[in-house]
């Protein structure tokens, strides 16, 4: 099974001056298994990423092509110019509450090589038999060890050029499900407290995105708060996307208390089962605090409201939304593009809203 996490945790590069190496001191290359294979069961690769640098580089492994434990987007697949629908996970991520087990490092004339399986992870079903494109996300992230303090802001963001690959696909591209861990099959929640929790902040989620789009629609694309998140988007491309979530309505999707991916560690708060937009909470999560919290304590910064998270994985479920970064002065740093479809944004925007006229 192939495993990677957090989708491009692109910052600023302005964030943080490290002594670490950046992007020209690194090197990857994705060697597939074989050129042409009869099911996408053999669809395995080998990444190498290489310091060419004389100083020791420690990278953040999620949403990289490094990290190989978590189910979610490592590589952007195509066939014929065509994304190839992904069906892993995309998760929602507390730095403060990593460990080192959550970066790599990499030492000068050091090579880390990893290993990846795809089968599960992308609708093959959807694109049939022919030649597919394995682009590996390169998006790395680099933190200093000597900051006394760990915090979103304490990372800077270094895109490193790989060449995409490709594999022939002969047959054997009926959809795979991705297998839930042994013993942790169980999706219902039995913890009286934990579902109560989940339920406020899903109510939380939906006012949320209520609000943020009245704002919007009330505002308009000229507003600053507006153009900070989402620069030159159209009003209606994004109000789309919070309605979506505050009309969820969806009596298939459910929101979890269990784990049965295996999900659930160093920093991970929530994930969403992309294939089924089941989502999952893990135990930072019900350490978070109400909405009102924003008008007696906490700030939209610190990205601790549980109804900002619930709100973050709907927008995976029900608007298409991606990982492409965190932290709120990051997700403004975004391209136009980016700032569209990351679900970062949706998150500290509508707290930020929140924040700025019922506090």
């Known amino acids: 099974m192939f495993w990677s996490t957090l989708s491009c945790l692109a910052l600023a590069s ?34 190498s990423v290489k310091n060419n640098g004389a100083e020791a580089v420690k990278v953040l492994t999620y949403g990289t092509i490094l ?15 065509r994304a190839v629908p992904f069906t892993g996970i995309k998760l929602s991520v507390s ?21 990846h399986e795809v089968a599960a992870l992308y609708d093959f079903s959807s694109s049939g038999v022919g030649k597919y494109t394995f682009a590996p996300n390169t998006n790395f992230v680099f933190v200093d060890d000597n900051t006394k303090e760990k915090s979103i802001d304490n990372l800077v963001k270094a895109e490193v050029t790989s060449a995409a690959v490709e594999v022939e696909v002969t047959g ?26 989940i339920t406020s902040s899903y109510s939380e989620a939906k006012s ?4 943020a789009a009245s704002y919007i629609n009330s505002r308009g694309a000229s507003d600053s708060l507006f153009k900070a998140y989402y620069g030159t988007n159209s009003v209606s491309s994004v109000v789309s996307k ?11 999707r459910t929101l979890n208390c269990s784990d049965p991916y295996g999900a659930c560690s160093n920093g991970v708060i929530a994930y969403t089962l992309i294939s089924s937009t089941n989502i999952y909470f893990c135990s930072p999560f019900y350490s978070e605090v109400t909405t ?31 990982d492409v970064t965190y932290g709120c002065s990051a997700d403004q740093a975004l391209s136009n593009s980016n700032k569209l479809i990351n679900a970062d944004n949706y998150n500290c925007f509508s707290t930020q809203v929140y924040a700025s006229t019922k506090c």
């Open 14 to 47: 302005s964030a943080l001056a490290t002594p670490f190496k950046r992007a020209e001191s690194l090197s990857v290359e994705v060697t597939p298994a074989a050129a042409s294979v009869d099911t996408v069961d053999n669809l395995k690769f080998t990444a």
């Open 67 to 81: 990290d190989n434990k978590l189910p979610t987007k490592s590589f952007v697949v195509s066939k014929d110019g």
């Open 95 to 115: 730095l403060e509450q990593t460990d080192d087990s959550a970066f790599t490092t990499i030492n000068p004339g050091q090579t880390v090589t990893v290993a």
């Open 172 to 197: 054997g591209t009926h959809k795979r499900e991705l297998k839930a861990l042994e013993g942790r099959a169980t999706v219902s929640c039995s913890n009286a407290s934990q579902k109560s929790f």
């Open 208 to 211: 949320l995105a209520s609000t």
């Open 242 to 252: 919070f309605n979506a979530v505050a009309n969820e309505n969806s009596s298939s």
């Open 292 to 322: 009102s919290g924003l008008c007696s304590g906490t700030s939209v910064a610190s990205r601790n409201i549980r109804g900002g998270t619930t709100l973050h994985e709907l927008t995976h479920a029900v608007a298409g939304t991606d």
